[in-house]
Nanobody, 125 residues
């Protein structure tokens, strides 16, 4: 079982940037697909970005394309989410789940079986 810890959240003004980190435990981290999801107050959790086990393939939600970038360093068991041009609509708790069984990046949260506690991102106008 992999354990995931998100960090890097905080309060930022609109137009600003943040970099979220997702640190994972487990010897087979390099075989996991990792996603980023977010959940805003009163809304359902939604897919933000995902990255393949090798890092060679990525997928983004339309709402963040061109503003967010996902990357990973398998040697450090870490995935990053670089977020630029933030807007108040990006305010949410951000999670980085792992899938231990998928071979392609999934956008549905029930496809991921390991979740961290999340990190809060608040964008002020």
């Amino acid at each position: 079982q992999v354990q995931l810890v998100e960090s890097g959240g905080g309060l930022v003004q609109a137009g600003g940037s943040l970099r979220l980190s997702c640190a994972a435990s487990g010897r087979t981290f390099s075989s996991y697909i990792i996603g980023w999801f977010r959940q805003a107050p009163g809304k359902e959790r939604e897919f933000v970005a995902g990255i393949s086990s090798s890092g060679g393939s990525t997928k983004y939600a339309d709402s963040v394309k061109g503003r967010f970038a996902i990357s990973r360093v398998n040697a450090k068991s870490t995935v990053f989410l670089e977020m630029n041009s933030l807007t108040p609509e990006d305010t949410a708790v951000y999670y980085c789940p792992a899938s231990t069984s998928l071979f392609t990046i999934a956008t549905m949260q029930n496809e991921y079986d390991c979740w961290g506690q999340g990190t809060q991102v608040t964008v002020s106008s």
